[in-house]
């Protein structure tokens, strides 16, 4: 959660202490809706998942189209080969090494690095309905960026399982 200034705050209760804090914002590298200016090359990102509760789906989109990128390591260290994906899901504390290409998106073009939407399963005991905010939030995940940044403005913890835009690669140039 962030406060009026801007600054991280966190006010976890008991249950949040023993069950992990869902805040209001997610923050990469420290930053709230960051953005990246890149080139048309390949990238390598090293992701960690340094949130204590939530799960990730991770996809880097362009549009409403998913792209591939390359998984080359994980918690265990470097792969024996690359595996071409699509999504990735991230726990609390794991990290992922991925190469990521630009080189067909056009100068000017736009990936975003997104949380897709999912189901968490926490309603998994019999007879219990799951929330109507979760399900929601996982609906507005499938209607583009703009829903998604309606459940990202929204007050309160963001639904585990929701669609969350993360980051913006804005592709600025081609490289010759």
Known sequence: SIDADGRPLYTA??????HGHLGGEV????TRRPYF?????IYRFRILNGSNARIYRLGFAQGDKLLTYRIIGTDGGLLDAPRDVTEVFLSPSERVDVLLDLRAVPAGGTVLLKSLPFDPMH???AGEA????AASAAQAGHHGHHATEAVAQAPGPLPDGAAIDLMQIRVMHRVK
């Not at 923050?27 to 420290?30: D, M």
Request: proline content about 5%; glycine content about 4%.
């Open 130 to 133: 799951p929330a109507a905010d």
């Open 27 to 30: 923050l990469v590298n420290f």
């Open 123 to 125: 309603h998994e005991a």
């Open 37 to 41: 200016n890149a080139a048309t090359r």
């Open 13 to 18: 209760g008991a249950v949040e202490r023993l």
